[in-house]
């Protein structure tokens, strides 16, 4: 997981979607608790929140892969994933979902990333554990500032506090509770088959760079270096941008220890 800066929300969000999150206040302002806790009592509109925009722009942003494993999301864009569960949540695996849930921000761009179907549809779902569960905002009416949720968020937090890798297999540092949640919540360590091979293959092929950038800079003829150069542009784009960015800074940040 890296840091995901988010540049202003799309005006679909700001014109449609508040719009649409006033109606929502509006129609749990006029129902009673029973009515609310219908599974689908709020009418969500998909087209907003899962517009192309929003799509294309998260996609952008996120460098078109899953804002949580750093899966690239090829050939689809992902599922748009709210990051507090619009429908319902739990405080953990197990419980009874509770209805509603984070109906107020389904369209609010900072809740918004997109995810690949493993992290969203497989693990995450309606997940959402607060350090205090007592201070979760069950309406509009409450603040989620006051909300100290376990899940690292790629925005406001910086992932890289939080989480290390050997290998492939994400800790959390120190332990820290955020970084454990997070990995258990988004099934960070039980990825299927062929993600764990496609990760592996990576990891070789940034291992075989590193080891050739040794080789050609123990002869440092002019072609040699030049190769120096252009493998290190290429790790630095590794590290920045491409799949799978955080675990393969610490990939090579050990090999350059210990060599
Ligand atoms: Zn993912």
Request: net charge neutral.
């Amino acid at each position: 997981m890296v840091h995901i800066p988010k540049p202003p929300a799309p005006a679909i969000l700001l014109t449609d979607g508040i719009a649409k999150a006033l109606e929502h206040s509006e129609q749990y302002d006029s129902s009673t608790p029973e009515q609310r806790r219908a599974k689908k009592f709020f009418p969500f509109e998909g087209k907003i929140y899962g517009s192309l925009t929003v799509r294309e722009i998260l996609s952008i942003v996120q460098h078109g892969k899953c804002a949580f494993c750093e899966t690239p999301l090829l050939g689809c864009y992902g599922d748009v994933e709210h990051f507090r569960p619009k429908a319902a949540w739990q405080q953990q695996k197990g419980d009874t979902p509770h209805y509603p849930g984070y109906y107020w921000l389904v369209y609010d761009w900072d809740n918004l990333f997109l995810s690949c179907e493993y992290c969203n549809r497989s693990f995450k779902k309606n997940l959402f554990p607060l350090a205090d569960p007592t201070k979760r905002a069950l309406s509009h009416h409450d603040n989620i500032e006051d909300e100290e949720p376990l899940l690292i968020h790629p925005t406001f937090d910086n992932p890289e506090n939080f989480l290390g890798f050997r290998g492939r297999m994400p800790y959390a540092i120190n332990g820290n509770a955020k970084g454990e949640a997070t990995i258990l919540l988004f099934g960070l360590r039980k990825r299927p088959d062929k993600i764990r091979k496609f990760q592996n293959i990576h990891l070789q092929t940034i291992t075989t760079l590193l080891e050739a950038r040794d080789t050609y800079s123990d002869k440092p003829t002019p072609e040699n270096l030049s190769r120096v150069q252009r493998i290190n542009r290429l790790l630095q784009e590794y590290q920045s941008v491409g799949m799978y960015a955080s675990m393969t800074q610490a990939l090579i940040r050990d090999y350059n220890t210990n060599s």
